[in-house]
């Protein structure tokens, strides 16, 4: 049952990204989430710093898709963990379509008063070492 309930609470998570819904994605989030995002800084600390990053990321695009690949969960007694491999992509601000990168992403979830919340999410790319450069052409 657990599973199915975080699993459902990623898929709310996708629509919520997918319909650019920041009221929505409040809701899946604890308040003190600590998020490693794709974009700088190293960290975004509270609610209020991850829905800037969703507002920031929302603000480029006309459409948004969002894909969410192989999640994989590990459930313990009031905490959860899951990965899996995200893509963003949709039409941008003028009309150029874009598929978007996958990238990798963790979620860690905590019950809190009997619901289920991300307190922490971290989205990578991996990189050349020899160059120091993002490898994003990659695919799952």
């Not at 969002?66 to 959860?80: I, N, P, S």
């Not at 809190?112 to 993002?134: E, Y």
């Amino acid at each position: 049952m657990r599973e199915t309930e975080l699993r459902n609470h990623i898929d709310k998570l996708a629509e919520g990204v997918r319909n650019k819904d920041i009221a929505g994605l409040k809701q899946l989030y604890a308040t003190d989430i600590v998020s490693f995002d794709i974009e700088p800084p190293l960290q975004h600390v509270g609610i209020d710093a991850k829905l800037k990053n969703w507002a920031n990321a929302f603000a480029a695009f006309e459409e948004v898709t969002y894909e969410v690949r192989d999640l994989k969960l590990t459930l313990g007694e009031g905490v959860a963990f899951g990965h899996c491999f995200l893509r963003l992509a949709g039409t941008l601000k003028g009309g150029t379509s874009t598929d978007g990168m996958w990238v990798r992403g963790t979620y860690c979830f905590r019950e809190i008063a009997g619901t289920w919340l991300i307190t922490h999410d971290q989205v990578s790319v991996p990189f050349d070492i020899t160059s120091g450069k993002g490898v994003t052409d990659l695919e799952p």
